[in-house]
């Protein structure tokens, strides 16, 4: 079995009801990592500033709220592997001419590998006017640092790929909803609402190779530096070869 210990502490700071800090840090760790691997600090603050109880903004009559937010911190995926990705597993196999147990490694292992870390922004809005329309607008930006992918070996150790921590990846993008109060009585309330987001993701930097293969199948997905991750490159067709009445394809390179 594997274990995950967590230890953490937090600071809350409220300055006039407007002014509002929240600081924490964690300590994390998980014996599915090899030793010194398997435990680390991870630091996170948010802000909130509420505009609209400041003195130029408390008696609009169009702006009845308004806050804005932020924050940015690391975080570990302790569930990245499994615990043999970095003991190995064996096992026990006995010769029946020599009576003898032989210990067998079953799969392939990196005790070099190290959590990955995710460091998060997030900035923020949220508006009322009139107490009847809402407006929110959000910005993340993560970027995955040591991210753990399988990497092509030679066949001749025996295995195809090794989970390694190789990479950069980052997923950025924007968040906005807009509601509005049509009826808002004690009787009936019909409220009617949007929202759109827009996501793009793309891998940062390889450290051992531009391009990792990870299947021998005809759509493979490719992790290339500057492009998507996970992108996949399938057959193009040809057409109908007029002999034999059947599509051809082109395979990727």
């Given amino acids: 079995g594997y274990k995950l210990y967590s230890y953490f502490g937090r600071a809350l700071y409220n300055y006039a009801d407007r002014y509002l800090l929240t600081a924490t840090l964690r300590c994390d760790g998980s014996n599915k990592f090899a030793e010194g691997h398997r435990w680390g600090w991870f630091p996170s603050a948010a802000f909130a500033w509420r505009a609209s109880q400041e003195n ?117 993008g924007i968040e906005l909803g807009l509601s509005a109060k049509i009826i808002d009585t004690y009787d009936c309330r019909l409220s009617i609402g949007a929202n759109l987001a827009y996501n793009d993701n793309k891998v940062l930097d390889l450290y051992y190779a531009d391009k990792i293969y990870t299947t021998e199948d005809a759509l493979v997905p490719d992790y290339e530096v500057g492009k998507s991750y ?24």
């Fill in 230 to 253: 996970d992108m996949l490159y399938g057959p193009t067709s040809l057409g109908i070869n007029p002999l034999t009445g059947y599509p051809v394809f082109l395979l990727p390179d």
């Fill in 56 to 172: 130029f903004l408390k008696d609009n009559k169009v702006i009845s709220r308004l806050n804005f937010k932020g924050s940015y911190g690391i975080t570990a995926n302790l569930n990245g592997v499994s615990a043999s990705t970095t003991t190995g597993t064996f096992s026990y196999s006995t010769n029946t001419y020599e009576d003898q147990r032989v210990l067998e490694l079953i799969s392939l292992y990196n005790k070099d590998l190290k959590p990955e870390q995710n460091k998060s922004v997030d900035l923020g809005m949220s508006m009322d006017l009139f107490n009847r329309i809402t407006l929110d607008v959000n910005y993340y930006n993560r970027r995955t640092e040591q991210a753990l992918l399988d990497v092509p070996i030679p066949t001749s150790v025996g295995y195809s790929t090794l989970k390694r921590n190789i990479g950069v990846l980052e997923n950025r």
